[in-house]
């Protein structure tokens, strides 16, 4: 088999993962995990390519909000929190809602996809879930998943991680059954920091629909079915028993809901 670069890796995984769509890791891939010495210069590509393409939201309030509450939700999970160490928020200016699992513990989200949050817990249940990727390694297996795939796009050039192929809208795609997973296990995670896991059925329920889904597949993703999520958040949250003291409203959630609404504004100011 015909070995491929690394780098060449990385486009597939952005956007050609139909082939793993719906399929387990083998165990072979279980066993490969990039070292760190290989996935910080491409995790460093990767993240300057996203900001050029979606636009980078500097706003140090507003990043600080959710990488708080994905420091809350990491350090919960005494199982988790070794490996969640070091996870971080990168803000994305588009208002599309972009939202995924990067390199480097990087977890991507736009101002879209926060905009398109209406309570605390729903945020949690979103970070929780792009958490439950990084826990499990899930951008290092498709890596090795993905090398040597017949199908490859051969005809990319070779500056394609700055060639404006993620003008199409790439995303990070595992297949539906490992997003699945992730919001099987992001109910969960959230849950062992305190928020009230209804949150994930309340967000699954709204962006199900329209206008939400339509974009998450404009974009490339590959969802489940929407019926078959809605099931399995309401499953997960049934097998908990209720929170005792949620965190319901906290003032920085509230603030980050008014940032949010100032750069709406302001960027609408802008385009007039």
């Not at 165990?27 to 279980?30: H, L």
């Given at each position: 088999m015909r070995n491929i670069s690394m780098d060449f890796a990385i486009v597939l995984l952005l956007g050609v993962g139909?082939?793993?769509c719906g399929s387990t890791p083998t165990?072979?891939?279980?066993q490969q995990i990039m070292q760190p010495d290989h996935e910080a210069p491409l995790a460093s590509r990767l993240d300057r390519n996203l900001m050029r393409v979606f636009g980078e939201w500097k706003d140090t309030p507003a990043e600080r909000i959710p990488n708080a509450m994905i420091n809350r939700i990491a350090e919960a999970d005494s199982e988790s929190a070794k490996e969640l160490k070091g996870a971080h928020i990168r803000l994305l200016a588009t208002a599309t809602p972009y939202l995924a699992p990067g390199l480097g513990k990087a977890v991507y989200i736009s101002r879209g996809a926060l905009s398109a949050v209406l309570y605390e817990n729903e945020l949690a249940f979103l970070l929780a879930a792009q958490l439950a990727c990084v826990r499990d390694h899930v951008t290092a297996h498709n890596l090795a998943n993905l090398e040597g795939l017949p199908g490859t796009p051969a005809s990319l050039p070779r500056n394609y991680l700055e060639s404006g192929w993620f003008d199409a809208g790439g995303l990070f795609d595992f297949g539906s059954f490992t997003y699945l997973k992730a919001e099987q296990e992001g109910v969960k995670l959230m849950y062992a920091a305190k928020y009230d896991?209804?949150?994930a059925v309340t967000l699954v329920q709204r962006w199900t629909t329209p206008p939400f889904e339509v974009q998450m597949r404009a974009l490339g993703k590959i969802l489940p079915d929407s019926d078959e999520?809605?099931?399995s958040a309401r499953e997960e949250v049934a097998k908990l028993s209720p929170v005792r003291n949620p965190i319901v409203k906290s003032p920085a959630f509230e603030e980050l809901q008014s940032r949010l609404v100032f750069k709406k504004a302001k960027t609408r100011k802008k385009s007039i």
């Open positions: 139909l082939t793993s165990q072979n891939a279980q896991p209804r949150g999520r809605l099931v």
